[in-house]
């Protein structure tokens, strides 16, 4: 610092010792500003702290204040030098505590004395503007460590975020075998701790509506139905996307990220709301590849779901089923191909599934559509994507389907049989599915005799709620023949 820079503070008691220090200083270029009472000096210097303060030793104490107490003097923040006369030279002893220049004795010349303090000031200043840019220099460094840190963490967690969607897709694919889409997709987003929550609608069967699937995990957030005006045969249109965005907004709050959902059709059959519990995961995951994934992993579930049976898996009709039955009853007329495939009486066991709770649901609800063929088409599918046993199956009317499996597998398949038909989701095959949402459907699912006869009389029974007793007494005992070949009772109800 240039001594043109320099602020001087005089505290003296003799005013002719000031005019002779102050004429030193301005041939120098510098005006003292002069004090009489250690009150004043200690207000004026408080805010403005003077590059130089010479202090009568006579006035360091005034009252309840002692200069030894001043803020910047206890901080060391001020450069002090000390007045003395001959007469005051005992009170010399009493600066010794203090931070300061030196001591500058009443003199008839200042100039040399001046001039040795000033070099001192200057060398004192030049320290303090060292060390100043010393500590500018490690805060502009250590800013720029925090800030390559920064950047270093958020690379870490930028491929962690990376990593995180190869993880979740790798979950995905290990439910591949559900027979649900969005059952699949619940199970693996509910773990995901930075996913705060989730929502996702669909278009119902008829395109003229959006529905939320129903859930089983505390991360999902309902949204109600919305009607769309016009129906969207061809996927959800923009106009629907903007309103489900509004209210998936109005209810989740903002920040949502929304994935569409495609499938193999150029517009989306689904929309998905996620709120991130984190503005890093919202920027750095990478949705863009999570919502490619999605839509080719959507695409498998449904190519299966909408597949429709083939003539291995189904039987073309109830009458060729039938046919196939009578051969355990009355011996085999089968052709010697379908022989060759194993089919013969000793391979397989009859299950019944009785829908006609669902059937009761439908005729009360008249006015509601139900979608037959998608219903029977997607119940099958999702069967056989769940179970992996093999079956075949017919439908007996709209109240029964009939299972055939091998002998083998007959404990296991009833038991997931039960599991599965008591947990689908028949609701969504209404048009109207808010009205049936509270209607719990009861499948019964039975063993039936392996013969047209058997499976004949018992749904018979099942549909009119009776106990009919057949007086065909040798067919009775045609059947209770092969009840016991097979080794076991399997005309029981479960």
Request: proline share 2%; aromatic share 12%; charged share 25%.
């Given at each position: 610092m240039s001594e043109g820079q320099l602020s001087v503070a005089l505290?003296?008691?003799?005013?002719?010792?000031?005019?002779?220090?102050?004429?030193?200083?301005?041939?120098?270029?510098?005006?003292?500003?002069?004090?009489?009472?250690?009150?004043?000096?200690?207000?004026?210097?408080?805010?403005?702290?003077?590059s130089l303060s010479i202090i009568d030793v006579k006035l360091m104490s005034e009252g309840d204040l002692v200069l030894h107490n001043h803020p910047h003097v206890v901080a060391e923040k001020m450069p002090?030098?000390?007045?003395?006369?001959?007469?005051?030279?005992?009170?010399?002893?009493?600066?010794?505590?203090?931070?300061?220049?030196?001591?500058?004795?009443?003199?008839?010349?200042?100039?040399?004395?001046?001039k040795t303090i000033l070099k001192r000031l200057n060398q004192f200043i030049k320290l303090e503007n060292d060390n100043y840019q010393l500590t500018l220099e490690k805060k502009k460094q250590q800013a720029e460590i925090e800030k390559l840190q920064l950047e270093n963490l958020t690379i870490i967690q930028t491929d962690q975020y990376?990593?995180?969607?190869?993880?979740?897709?790798?979950?995905?694919?290990?439910?591949?075998?559900?027979?649900?889409?969005?059952?699949?997709?619940?199970?693996?987003?509910?773990?995901?701790?930075?996913?705060?929550?989730?929502?996702m609608m669909e278009l119902s069967f008829n395109g003229q509506k959006l529905i939320s699937p129903i859930a089983h995990v505390q991360k999902f957030r309902a949204i109600p139905s919305l009607w769309l005006g016009q129906a969207c045969p061809k996927g959800i249109e923009l106009f629907a996307q903007n309103m489900a965005?509004?209210?998936?907004?109005?209810?989740?709050?903002?920040?949502?990220?929304?994935?569409?959902?495609?499938?193999?059709?150029?517009?989306?059959?689904?929309?998905?709301?996620?709120?991130?519990?984190?503005?890093?995961?919202?920027?750095?995951?990478?949705?863009?590849?999570?919502?490619?994934?999605?839509?080719g992993f959507?695409?498998?579930?449904?190519?299966?779901?909408?597949?429709?049976?083939?003539?291995e898996r189904k039987f073309t009709s109830s009458f060729q089923a039938l046919s196939f039955l009578d051969q355990y009853l009355f011996g085999s007329s089968l052709p010697a191909a379908d022989n060759s495939k194993g089919?013969?009486?000793?391979?397989?066991?009859?299950?019944?599934?009785?829908?006609?709770?669902?059937?009761?649901?439908?005729?009360?609800?008249?006015?509601?559509?139900?979608?037959?063929?998608k219903f029977e088409v997607e119940f099958i599918n999702r069967l056989e994507i769940q179970s992996r046993i093999e079956f075949r199956v017919f439908d007996f009317g709209v109240m029964h389907l009939g299972f055939l499996v091998k002998s083998n597998d007959l404990d296991l398949f009833f038991d997931e049989l039960k599991e599965f038909s008591a947990k689908f989701s028949y609701w969504k095959y209404f048009e109207e599915s808010e009205g049936v949402l509270s209607h719990i459907v009861h499948p019964k699912v039975n063993m039936v005799a392996m013969s047209a006869f058997a499976y004949l009389k018992h749904n018979q029974i099942s549909t009119q709620h009776v106990n009919d007793k057949?007086?065909?007494?040798?067919?009775?005992?045609?059947?209770?023949?092969?009840?016991?070949?097979?080794?076991?009772?399997?005309?029981?109800?479960?």
């Open positions: 505290l003296l008691s003799d005013i002719g010792e000031v005019k002779e220090i102050s004429a030193v200083f301005r041939k120098l270029g510098i005006i003292p500003h002069f004090y009489e009472d250690l009150k004043t000096f200690w207000s004026g210097t408080l805010e403005n702290i003077p002090l030098v000390f007045y003395y006369t001959q007469n005051t030279e005992p009170l010399i002893l009493s600066t010794q505590d203090f931070f300061h220049l030196g001591l500058l004795k009443k003199s008839e010349h200042y100039d040399l004395a001046m990376q990593s995180m969607v190869k993880s979740v897709c790798l979950q995905l694919e290990e439910w591949r075998d559900e027979g649900d889409f969005f059952r699949a997709l619940e199970k693996v987003i509910q773990g995901v701790d930075e996913i705060v929550e989730f929502s965005t509004q209210v998936a907004i109005d209810i989740m709050g903002g920040d949502l990220v929304s994935l569409l959902i495609k499938g193999n059709h150029s517009k989306p059959e689904k929309i998905m709301f996620i709120k991130t519990k984190n503005e890093l995961f919202f920027n750095q995951f990478d949705w863009n590849m999570f919502e490619a994934y999605l839509n959507y695409s498998s579930f449904k190519n299966k779901l909408e597949r429709e049976p083939t003539n089919l013969n009486k000793l391979d397989y066991r009859l299950i019944d599934l009785d829908l006609s709770g669902l059937v009761d649901i439908i005729l009360k609800k008249g006015n509601n559509r139900f979608f037959w063929n057949t007086s065909d007494k040798e067919t009775l005992a045609k059947m209770k023949t092969r009840e016991l070949i097979w080794g076991k009772e399997s005309n029981y109800e479960v």
